[in-house]
């Protein structure tokens, strides 16, 4: 889970959403990560962790046990990316 899931992730809760759902090949590592989900926790959010690669077709399962067991998904929003570093 990056800084662009997390950053908006935070602009959603912001306005308004209740359940948000991660997506991560790494799940929650960060510093940032962990301290984000603890603070949508305490407003309560709710957020969950989710790791799975999203390239791998077993993501179907994974969003199908979303869509029936956490909420229905309303949106998706895909924020992988690659930053080369010039230097």
């Known amino acids: 889970t990056g800084g ?3 950053h908006i992730a935070e602009m959603l809760v912001d306005r308004g959403v209740k ?3 991660l997506l ?3 799940g929650a590592t960060s510093t940032r990560a962990v301290s984000l989900i603890k603070y949508f926790q305490e407003k309560d959010i709710d957020v969950r962790v989710i790791q799975v690669d ?3 077709r077993s ?3 994974v969003l199908d046990q979303i869509n029936e067991n956490i ?3 309303s949106a998706i929003i895909h924020t992988a990316g690659i ?3 010039s230097t």
């Open 54 to 56: 999203v390239a791998d």
């Open 83 to 85: 930053v080369k570093d």
């Open 71 to 73: 909420a229905p998904i």
């Open 4 to 6: 662009l899931g997390l």
């Open 19 to 21: 359940h948000i759902v």
């Open 24 to 26: 991560s090949r790494s």
């Open 59 to 61: 993501v179907f399962a």
